[in-house]
């Protein structure tokens, strides 16, 4: 997102211009606007010239919730989507170009300023997917909105638009809906008005902005030929079948422990005959059984003490290459997410967890 400079009245970005560049909370980077040069970050590269023409407080970096959301709403192109608030418009921009021109956004936007700023940028970026209405969706609902495969809600009351999105939603598949809420006090209302609509599937996830470090290591070889990366995961993989081996073993000689202890002096008949019943993926293919003898047989060799795989020190020879930074960064919001289902897949569920009703 770029602020605008305090000493300009302009509203679009030109050559000379002083640009805040705001990156995350603790990335801001100041510059001046000149033709040819590039803005490099671990956020990527951003030439000034594709700057200049871009309103000041332009978010051209908020992908990573989007795309995230686009996913769990399973928009797709051709898609039906509905989007309320519009706001900035940032997350419009990117449903647009999700369901391409043969699909349809439907978004509101209640504030005038608002709504009329985005009807004239989606006009000038020829955003002619989206349908944006001046309306408040959570008094007056979605008007003559129809078909939908999902809603995307960003606003402080989603509660209140919730059941008139009901109406909108296509009767004939499985449904989305995501509400974006900074605080868990608008999630839990937002999750029992959900529950009592009926929707399914519903989850929160808390979004967390969390930095993650690249550590390179001292050793460069670690890093530069692929084939010492197949070796060192052959060389896992060969670890991990050798400690699964083991655990087998140890679960036999427990089993066969148990067999032991159950086997009271009175019983020792039985207890021999379940022994020899033992399924043969419990014997040991080598040495069967009678090797072991006594209660600490397995821990005779070290191979075979399970101590040396829980031990702490054990090396992996893994390399690490990020790791998060131990205190959190930010947190942008709960994403509340549910699904809907046609009727006839609601009754049959109903029918399955109440068999009784559904005969009556
Ligand atoms: N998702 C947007 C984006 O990508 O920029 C941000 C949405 S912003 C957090 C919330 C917007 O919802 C505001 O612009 C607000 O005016 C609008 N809004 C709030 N309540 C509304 C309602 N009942 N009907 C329509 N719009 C509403």
């Not at 709504?115 to 008007?143: I, M, P, T």
């Not at 068999?355 to 009556?360: D, E, G, L, M, V």
């Amino acid at each position: 997102s770029m602020s605008r400079s305090m000493f300009h009245s302009r509203s679009a970005i030109e050559a000379g211009d002083l640009v805040i560049v705001y990156m995350s909370r603790d990335n801001l980077t100041a510059i001046t606007i000149t033709p040819g040069e590039v803005l490099h970050n671990k956020y990527g590269r951003y030439t000034h010239d594709d700057l200049i023409g871009q309103k000041f407080g332009t978010k051209i970096l908020y992908l990573p919730d989007i795309s995230y959301i686009t996913m769990r709403l399973g928009i797709r192109v051709g898609g039906k989507v509905i989007e309320a608030g519009t706001g900035s418009g940032s997350m419009t921009h990117s449903l647009s170009r999700t369901i391409g021109p043969t699909g349809q956004v439907y978004s509101f936007e209640y504030h005038e300023p608002r709504y009329e700023k985005a009807l004239e940028e989606f006009k000038s970026h020829g955003l002619e997917n989206v349908r944006l209405q001046h309306r408040n969706v959570c008094k007056d609902g979605f008007g003559d909105v129809a078909d939908v495969e999902a809603v995307f809600l960003d606003l402080p009351a989603p509660w209140e638009a919730i059941p008139h999105a009901m109406k909108t939603l296509r009767p004939d598949v499985i449904t989305k809906i995501c509400c974006f809420s900074p605080c868990l006090e608008q999630v839990l209302k937002t999750v029992s008005t959900l529950r009592a609509e009926g929707f399914a599937e519903i989850s929160t996830q808390e979004v967390l902005i969390r930095t993650h470090e690249l550590v390179v290591p001292n050793d460069q070889d670690h890093l530069n030929s692929v084939s010492s990366i197949v070796e060192k995961l052959k060389t896992h993989e060969k670890r991990k079948t050798d400690r699964r081996a083991i655990q087998m073993k140890i679960a036999r000689n427990k089993a066969r422990r148990q067999n032991e202890a159950d086997a009271s002096p009175t019983a020792e008949a039985g207890s021999k005959r379940k022994l020899e019943d033992k399924p043969d993926d419990l014997m040991d293919p080598v040495n069967g059984l009678a090797h072991e003898e006594g209660e600490n047989a397995e821990e005779g060799s070290a191979t075979q003490d399970p101590s040396s795989w829980i031990d702490p020190t054990t090396q992996y020879d893994s390399v690490v290459l990020t790791k998060p930074t131990p205190d959190m960064k930010g947190h942008t919001s709960y994403l509340t997410f549910a699904s809907f289902y046609p009727a006839a897949i609601r009754d049959a569920i109903m029918a399955q967890e109440n068999p009784k009703s559904a005969i009556a």
